[in-house]
């Protein structure tokens, strides 16, 4: 047998089936997750590139366990010197420090209004409690004041341009204490993301007072910070299904006004809340129907640093929003909001951050935008651990943008702006990493992967096989409603890649240890090839016809092959994956009207078999036309199972 790669998933680690997590991939009957509901107070020193702030965190602990402490991450310390993240990624690269030196400045830390015992290490703080807090709804008040200098290039997750701030992980935020980990405290490196817990978080920001602010959440106090002219346009956009200029090219200019402002905002059911400031953005806005209901989609740019695809990019944020609602799941929150600046591309609940484009790149604003508003199913609404896996949230998100760049851009990606996400540069990307001997498993932690491996690893390898798994293995439709299905059963809820696995076995009915093991926990690579073929007769005018196939790694697949006929037909033929039970050969006894000239393994070209060389024998017929990664899109004639009542 090849490897064990058939046994059993239930070897692997996988958390449950328990009283939490239920066989099924569903939430068990006693699932559990803490509740964080935060209240903050900050404000904008442009002068000296520092923000002050107060944060207060109502901490309510559901688990069945009595904490003595509680934990926060302090991301911000990345930026002092000796960090973990600053030994660990080169200064000048994209995750690294840049020399700069910050890092949180804490003081006033109290428990219910108590001063409190801490202890700082890294990028994490361990909070002592006076009194041990109960299990099952009992819950704390953690307070502290705050300030921290602003790094001009957050390790492309925030920074500042001149005027413009782009401003996150900008207070303590409560580490995930799960079923799974207990406390999660991963140290913040810089390369992997975040983990944290939801709940309604509550924030006002003091800047310039001739500055706006575009945020996470809802402006709760419009009348105080905007213009009558401002608010009545926002009205408009509001309802519209084209964009409104809110503030004009004309009008966006930077203004010396004396004082300061204050805009509050609040976030529901969210993970994290980020925010921007400039004295001279453009704004513009328009709205997604989603369902019976809109949701206001926003662009902030300033003019003409950021490209002309930006005076698009509130219609792409309603596109994406749209479709993804329609694809996958309605967007649960009332805005999006695109910003332009330093920062590569960083999403956070309704709050994204893209780069400012160029003319060279057709269509690259659209696609980051795109994938960074696909971040709002995953990781914002179905809370997974970005800390430990990637291809939860980046990969699974590549692969819900390939279904909309085809939506938009038509099937063939030859006809699509350059760099768009399809099976074809996939398979591309992942040859040259593989070649290069820096691929790693899927299940890797992100800070553990080759820096050149990480887009292939967390991004383009996992969408890959998730379409390969739902085109070639399971079926469209039946993968469709898995997937749903997933979303549905953990929306707001913190899934572990078992729970993932387990839906789409349970809702497919498919036993898919093969598929987990081979590609998720080696990084081994899939290549079949064509040995030989032997045509023997079965009388007048009939053949048996022998092809001989070999697994040439430990991967295994369903067989998909095209016969090429003497008298210039050609046939299809399929085999499940069971025919490599047994070994790492197989030969397919084929009955035939003529006899086999030519053999071609995956005539659709989408398979992930790096190996095309050994594809072929004889007079190979040709490949089918480039088909659409997709499959063909998305089945919607698909009536979903109500899950968890919902």
Known sequence: MPGGVFQPMDRMDWPGPNQYRSADGTAGPAYWQQRADYDIRAALDTTAKELSGHVSIHYTN??????RVVWLQLDQNLYKPGSRGEALYPPESRFGVRGFEGGYQLANITVDGKPAESFVDDTRMRIELASPLLPKGHDVTIAMDYRFKIPEHGSDRMG????LYEIAQWYPRMVVYDDVRGWNTDPYLG?????????????????PAGYTVAGSGVLQNPDDVLTPTIRKRLAIAAQSDTIVPIITQSEAKAVATPGMKTWRFKADSVRDVAWAAAPDFRWDATSAKVGDRRVLTQS????????????NVAENSQWTISTYSQNFYPYPYPQAT???GPVAGMEYPMFVMDGYGSPEAEGDVFRTNDHELGHQWFPMVVGSNERRYAWMDEGINTYLNVFSQERRYGPNPVNWPRAMDNTQSFKFIWTIVHRAGIDAPLMTRPDQVNPQALGLVGYEKPAMVLLALRNHVVGRQAFDEAFRDYIKRWQFKHPTPGDFFRTIENVTGTDLAWFWRSFFYTADILDIGVDSVVNDSAGPGQFDA???LSMRTPVPFPVEMRLKLADGSTQDVRYPVNIWYQ????????????KVVGVRLWPDQTV??????????GSAPPPSPLPPSTGGGLSTAITTRRVDGQ
């Open 338 to 340: 695109s910003v332009a």
């Open 583 to 594: 070994g790492k050969t197989y030969v397919a006894q084929i009955p035939v009207k003529s």
């Open 608 to 617: 992930p078999d790096l190996v095309p060389g050994d594809d072929t024998w």
């Open 160 to 163: 500042r341009d001149s005027t």
């Open 300 to 311: 902030f740019y300033q003019w003409p640093k950021a490209g002309a695809e930006w005076q």
């Open 191 to 207: 390369q992997g993301e975040f983990y944290l817990e939801y709940g309604t978080i509550s924030y006002a920001v003091s800047v």
């Open 62 to 67: 559901n688990s069945p366990d009595t904490l």
């Open 546 to 548: 022998k092809v001989k």
